[in-house]
């Protein structure tokens, strides 16, 4: 970073980082037009109007902290503490800020605890399942593959850093394949592109593995050493010949039989398995099912193969005793309710004993990401609903709230943050001060704990004081690592071998090390929405809508940008869906079904087969057509392990309107 005179002129990566080099990502390298913006939110404010209207006046500090408190207090004690719902997710990762002193805050209250299911926790709960430890192939590994599937991952658009590795293997002579039903630029790419079903991977990877185990494609060794199980295994897999996973995938037969193949006798074969594979109904058991296949050929014993869906299970800080779960005992005397992210909708709406009558949102936008938004929209118009929300710009949300508190960035606060994509953990300091009176999440908590009365010493407890509980960790991966050497180094290796190989001679998580198959849990059912699902729905609503990510915008974040909302206007068709609907590219189209509607942009383009068209994720509602966002589309219902959003099942019906 460049500061001249206080303002920060330019944002770079630093050069000598082993995974990110020097470079940023899209959204990132915009950061600072972020920083500068004059929308940027500088003041606390409250409501003046109705809700609908998003009327707001600026207030001091001092009356914001009074009407919380004040507030949060006469629900806690009309209605019990359990009635305050915290709402939060990744608009910071920053432990400190994202899972700090907001978590000892609403313990301490007693408040309803949110389970932040709205992104990976389908995909946990299918890792757990299969390797217990949900470490994965080191992102510096993959220049050593000769083969990489990009299974449900749009390594360009999502996960750029990866990207370099990705080349040199190639250079060397990899071959990369891509699993999607949208051809993205990362699809566009590749040198074979599979264009799978939406929600039938796990059908494919049975499919692969009733070829691979079949054909005697397995390394028996490997198995025989480090997996229990394996004859349960081959037999579910012989209900998955070649012909069936074709049906259920769309993809052709000898493309899987070559697949299974060349999987199994490449070596090293690497796979980077994203979340987009998680997000309908039968997600979590096909990270379940896929997370098998290195086992299997013994691929976790090549440098440059195994598998990679998260790094983050390696960062085993002492989460709780910063998040302090034990404070529960003195307002409840006892765990609080546990409200699922994802039915935010029915929370607000129909959720008793009690009802939710005050919600305290940061770091999130639900109004824009949550499924269901006309439920959630609802509810978050209730009259009789207390709304904070600290933000940086005027979302949706915000627009809905009480109170609005400004924010500061990831530029003006200090915080410790662990990875997804890599295992470095990373110290990062202020480099600019809090522009008007914006204050970070630890701040707000921390003034808000001291108006509500609460008297423990943890509610005083530095950054510093924060970071430093949280490296006090027994465990090998982290014990050691100091906040002096994280201030000298910034980005901290955890204490991982130099390659780390989690699994090359078993040490899965399971008492007896070994991975244990566990196959009765796998039988594929097609998603409801979905082509092969419920055929009254379909009948509706023919065409399977896949809502991924923007390649400029992070999530919601980023949608005050008039450039974000060009670019996600876009529905991409099939020329065999478009044209008896008499669609072209550029023509309006209305995107509908029982939920509710949006209007978008066709773009008739190879980007998907006929049966599906995915529009990009997530923009701001209020800037659409009628304030209608991605998710008035989306449904609310789970996926099959890890209370998971099914984002990517939707079916919908698309029809032309005039201009
Ligand atoms: N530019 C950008 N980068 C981001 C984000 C962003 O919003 N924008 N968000 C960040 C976040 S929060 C996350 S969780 C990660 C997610 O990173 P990814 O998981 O890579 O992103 P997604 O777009 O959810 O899905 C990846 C791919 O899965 C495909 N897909 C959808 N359904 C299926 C399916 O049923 N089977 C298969 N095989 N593929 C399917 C999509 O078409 C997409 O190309 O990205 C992070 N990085
Ligand atoms: N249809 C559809 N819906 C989706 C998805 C999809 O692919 N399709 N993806 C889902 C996924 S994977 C995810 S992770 C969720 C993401 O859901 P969210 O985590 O809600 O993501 P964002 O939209 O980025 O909203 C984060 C907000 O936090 C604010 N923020 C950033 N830093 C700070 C801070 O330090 N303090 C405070 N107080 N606020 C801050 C930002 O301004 C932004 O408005 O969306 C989900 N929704
Ligand atoms: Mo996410």
């Not at 006046?57 to 004040?70: K, L, M, N, P, Q």
């Not at 594979?277 to 440098?303: C, F, H, M, N």
């Not at 050691?480 to 204490?495: A, F, K, M, P």
Request: glycine share 10%; charged share 25%; hydrophobic share 35%.
């Amino acid at each position: 970073m460049t500061v001249e005179n206080g303002k920060a002129t330019r944002l770079r990566g630093n050069p000598d980082h082993p995974v990110t080099r020097g470079f940023l990502c899209a959204k990132v390298t915009q950061y600072l037009e972020r920083e500068y913006h004059p929308d940027r939110l500088l003041y606390p404010m409250k409501r003046t109007g109705a809700k609908s209207k998003g009327e707001f006046t600026r207030i001091s500090w001092d009356e914001a902290g009074d009407t919380i408190s004040r507030n949060l207090q006469r629900v806690a004690c009309e209605y019990g503490p359990e009635a305050v719902l915290p709402y939060s997710y990744a608009g910071t990762m920053g432990l400190l800020n994202g899972a700090g002193m907001d978590r000892r805050f609403f313990h301490r209250l007693g408040a309803s605890r949110l389970d932040r299911t709205i992104c990976s926790s389908a995909g946990t709960a299918g890792m757990t399942a299969a390797q217990g430890l949900r470490y994965g192939t080191e992102p510096e590994q993959f220049r050593h593959s000769k083969l990489i599937l990009a299974w449900g991952a749009n390594i360009l658009g999502t996960n750029v850093h990866l990207w370099p590795f990705l080349q040199e293997a190639r250079r060397n002579g990899a071959r990369f394949y891509v699993i999607d039903p949208v051809k993205n630029r990362t699809g566009a790419l590749a040198d074979k592109f599979y264009p799978i079903y939406p929600g039938s991977d796990l059908a494919l990877a049975l499919g692969l593995m009733h070829v691979i185990l079949g054909e005697g494609l397995d390394d028996a060794g490997y198995v025989e050493r480090h997996t229990r199980g394996i004859g349960a295994l081959k037999q579910k897999v012989k209900d998955y010949p070649p012909d069936r996973v074709e049906a259920l995938t769309g993809l052709p037969k000898q493309e899987i039989i070559g697949l299974a193949r060349e999987y199994a006798t490449t070596r090293p074969a690497a796979i980077r398995l994203n979340y987009g594979v998680q997000r309908s109904e039968r997600g979590g058991r096909a990270i379940q099912a896929i997370a098998y296949l290195p086992v299997l050929t013994g691929s976790w014993k090549d440098l440059g193969g195994e598998l990679q869906l998260s790094t983050s299970h390696a960062f085993h800080l002492n989460r709780p005793g910063l998040e302090m779960p034990g404070l529960q005992q003195k307002s409840l005397g006892r765990e609080a309710r546990l409200v699922n992210m994802v039915e935010l909708g029915h929370a607000l709406n129909e959720l008793a004993n009690p009802r939710v009558h005050a919600l305290v949102v940061y770091n999130s936008n639900p109004a824009a990401v949550a499924p269901n938004q006309t439920a959630v929209r609802k509810g978050l118009l209730r009259d009789d609903l207390f709304t904070v929300v600290l933000e940086q710009f005027q979302t949706d949300t915000a627009d809905l709230a009480d109170i609005v508190l400004p924010a500061t960035t990831f530029l003006e606060h200090t915080d410790l943050y662990f990875a997804y994509g890599h295992y470095y953990l990373q110290l990062a300091r202020p480099v600019l001060a809090a522009p008007g009176e914006a204050k970070s999440n630890v701040e707000v908590f921390r003034l808000l704990a001291a108006r509500m009365g609460f008297p423990e010493a943890c509610f005083l407890d530095t950054e510093d004081d924060l970071i430093r509980t949280l490296l006090d960790s027994p465990h090998p991966f982290v014990n050691g690592i100091t906040l002096e050497q994280l201030e000298r180094e910034h980005s901290v290796r955890l204490n991982l071998g130099q390659p780390f190989r989690p699994f090359a001679e078993g040490g899965f998580g399971t008492p007896d090390g070994k991975c244990e198959f566990q196959p009765s849990d796998l039988d594929y059912v097609p998603p409801i929405e979905s082509r092969l699902g419920d055929a009254s729905l379909r009948s509706r609503y023919p065409l399977e809508l896949v809502s991924s990510k923007n390649d400029d915008s992070m999530n919601s974040t980023f949608g005050h940008r008039a450039q974000v909302d060009e670019d996600t206007g876009e529905l991409w068709m099939n020329t065999l869906d478009a044209g008896p609907r008499s669609i072209e590219s550029g023509d309006r189209v209305r995107v509908f079904n029982d939920r509710g509607s949006v209007m978008l942009r066709a773009n008739v383009n190879g980007g998907v087969r006929a049966g599906a068209v995915r529009a990009p994720s997530v923009r701001w509602p209020k800037r659409s057509h009628g304030r209608q966002g991605i998710n008035v589309l989306t449904a609310e219902r789970l996926t099959d392990i890890g209370g998971g959003p099914v984002f990517y099942s939707c079916l919908v019906q698309v029809d032309k309107c005039g201009d």
